[in-house]
């Protein structure tokens, strides 16, 4: 069990480009959930797999934004034409059906992203 | 909505003092509740958590019981240690735990 590992930790880019963040979770996990924390703040929930359906979506997902997990596996979230206020961090989670750990999240240490 | 709401912080205690850190929520249904902690540079991790009402959770000293009377959760530690100095979200989950809701979170430093 090698944790749920995000990458990169850090990301500056520019207002207007394109960003893209993978999260690998832990291998066994069939639930994947991407949430956005900006300071002083709890993390807010943006969206939700399980296996590689995503079931669902937070209204703080605008179009800009999208998610895949192909295979189940990995998840990528790809962010278009970055905003200034898209400036947070991004946390990725995972967890499994299974009864001991049913409901508990397992988080990666997050993507880092700066918007000039 | 669903929503939870906890005390703001930062809160400041010596080593050995009693910790209560509240929070309370507003939920349809029946959901878990949750405490995470988020230790200085390193990811939020779960501390307990308790399913049902008047369940205790417990683990590491802490402990909160899911009040459903008062829709509240609060945190307890009876003698807190400087290694406990961390961010504490308090959480809940709806039945199925399809979504988890977080609370702002309530910073806590312990001085020596």
């Known amino acids: 069990d090698t944790g749920v590992s995000q990458d990169p930790r850090h990301k500056i880019t520019k207002r207007g480009q394109n960003v893209t963040f993978r999260c690998d979770p832990i291998?066994?996990?069939?639930?994947l959930y991407w949430y956005r924390q900006t300071l002083g703040q709890g993390p807010e929930f943006l969206t939700y797999?399980?296996?590689?359906?995503?079931?669902?979506k937070s209204r703080l997902l605008s179009d800009r934004f999208s998610a895949e997990r192909p295979k189940g596996s990995f998840s990528t979230l790809e962010i278009q034409r970055t905003e200034q206020g898209d400036s947070a961090m991004y946390l990725c989670?995972?967890?499994?059906?299974?009864?001991?750990?049913?409901?508990?999240?397992?988080f990666g240490s997050g993507t880092q992203l700066s918007v000039l | 909505g669903n929503s939870v709401t906890q005390m703001e912080g930062p809160v400041t205690l010596s080593e050995e003092a009693f910790l209560t850190i509240n929070c309370t929520y507003t939920a349809t249904g029946y959901p878990s509740l949750f405490w995470y902690v988020q230790y200085p540079g390193e990811g939020l991790q779960l501390l307990l958590k308790?399913?049902?009402?008047?369940d205790k959770g417990s683990n590491k000293g802490f402990e909160a019981t899911y009040r459903k009377e008062t829709t509240s959760f609060h945190l307890e530690k009876g003698s807190v240690q400087v290694s406990d100095s961390a961010v504490y979200f308090c959480?809940?989950?709806?039945?199925?735990?399809?979504?988890?809701?977080f609370g702002a979170g309530t910073r806590l430093f312990v001085k020596a």
């Open positions: 308790a399913t049902k009402a008047d």
């Open positions: 989670a995972s967890s499994s059906l299974t009864a001991e750990s049913f409901e508990k999240l397992f």
């Open positions: 291998s066994e996990h069939n639930r």
């Open positions: 959480a809940l989950s709806r039945a199925g735990g399809f979504k988890t809701i």
């Open positions: 797999f399980q296996n590689e359906a995503q079931l669902e």
